[in-house]
């Protein structure tokens, strides 16, 4: 039956409701307010159907609901709408009913495919832009219910880095909903084989997150060798130094909350809506936050390398090519503005500045590369 509801309406007098609220200025369901520009196009055959009947209504309402596990609310899809229409009788409120779930959709598909926000007003250095999104045709071209399962299913990344970030926030949204962990109060630095009450506290809080096994053999308050190997566990994962000493560094990150802990996920989340859907067989990918360079053939990873990246005034920019040459120790051109800003007043301090570090100076104002000697320039008088 229609949406599944107790009592149908004439489906010809839904159509009729449906086809007078398209044409109204202004959309009104309750208090809820709707873009008539935005819906329109889905209903732009000769006969206005509903689009959402029997178990498509109740699998977009499902996604709809479970929206929070793509780290987007719920609400922002008026599901608390959607639930006090979905047992409507009357036709004007089950043509409410189906506006609503159509405007879920365009909001949700639109969001979880492309992101909640545009790459350029959270990162003006991305220069990445993602694949075209229609979810007028998408929807469109689910004729079927498995369509439309299959079409939700995949309106999110693909990517198992996405997957695997899914996974986590439902785990610190729930850590979060326990009461997280308590924050290690100030404290000296703590290394393998001291002995400190603070100690019993790090092992707990190691074991919130699961750094340090439930059962391992840690106990007491001798920082021992299980507890340095979870200390360097957490702060691989938190790109800190993994010296197993908990510093300043290590104690202020341990005490980032569960709650900004998630919130980081969604942003995460955010950030890989905006790469494109298919890298192919194989890719390279680095990650500038984690500084980390991998390579990718048919899903395995088959090299890691550090990589060095811009600083926050000179950041380094994302981008997609095709690599089609590699250099080996490759000649570095410095930037005008670090030559400027950074080298040229260190070469006029010492003279030996340039060539201790294996920069060469050339003048290039006639054409060629006439190369200099940096310790018999007069650096004073140059530019």
């Known amino acids: 039956g229609l949406w599944c509801t107790p009592a149908l309406a004439a489906p010809d007098a839904v159509a009729d409701a449906l086809a007078a609220a398209l044409q109204a200025p202004v959309v009104n369901c309750g208090a809820a307010r709707l873009d008539r520009q935005r819906l329109a196009p889905y209903y732009a055959a000769a006969e206005t159907a509903p689009l959402w009947v029997s178990a498509r209504a109740q699998r977009l309402r499902t996604t709809l609901q479970n929206a929070g596990q793509e780290g987007l609310s719920p609400a922002r899809y008026r599901i608390a709408d959607i639930e006090a229409y979905w047992s409507a009788t009357t036709p004007a409120e089950q043509a409410c009913l189906e506006l609503l779930l159509t405007a879920g959709f365009d909001r949700y598909s639109r969001d979880v495919r492309r992101g909640l926000t545009g790459p350029h007003e959270a990162d003006p ?75 019993a506290l790090l092992r707990a809080r190691l074991r919130t997150e699961g750094d340090l096994p439930r059962f391992a053999l840690s106990f007491g ?49 955010e950030r890989l809506r905006w790469l494109p859907r298919d890298f192919g067989s194989h890719y390279i990918l680095v990650n500038t936050a984690g500084f980390e360079l991998a390579v990718v053939e048919d899903g395995k990873t088959l090299l890691r390398m550090r990589t060095i990246n811009g600083t926050p005034d000179q950041a380094t920019p994302s981008f997609t090519a095709t690599l089609q040459s590699l250099i080996i120790n490759p000649y570095w051109y410095v930037p005008e503005r670090i030559a400027r800003d950074r080298l040229w007043p260190r070469a006029q301090a010492n003279s030996g500045y340039l060539p201790a570090r294996g920069f060469r100076v050339f003048d290039t104002r006639n054409g060629d590369w006439q190369e200099l000697d940096p310790a018999r320039l007069d650096w004073a008088r140059i530019n």
């Not at 880095?161 to 924050?183: E, H, I, N, V």
């Not at 060798?225 to 290590?250: C, K, M, S, Y």
């Open 125 to 199: 250095s991305w220069q990445l832009r993602p694949a075209p999104f229609d979810p007028v045709a998408a929807l469109q071209a689910a004729g079927t219910d498995s369509d439309l399962a299959r079409l939700l299913e995949t309106l999110p990344p693909v990517h198992s880095a996405y997957a695997r970030l899914r996974t986590a926030l439902a785990r610190y949204r729930r850590l979060a909903k326990q009461g997280g962990w308590p924050p290690l109060p100030p404290g000296p630095k703590l290394a393998p084989g001291d002995e400190h009450e603070q100690v």
């Open 221 to 269: 308050a001798r920082y021992d060798a299980p507890l340095a190997a979870a200390v360097e566990n957490f702060q691989r994962r938190h790109g800190l130094h993994a010296d197993g000493i908990v510093g300043t560094r290590t104690r202020a990150a341990l005490n980032v909350p569960a709650a900004e802990r998630a919130a980081q996920l969604r942003r995460a989340m």
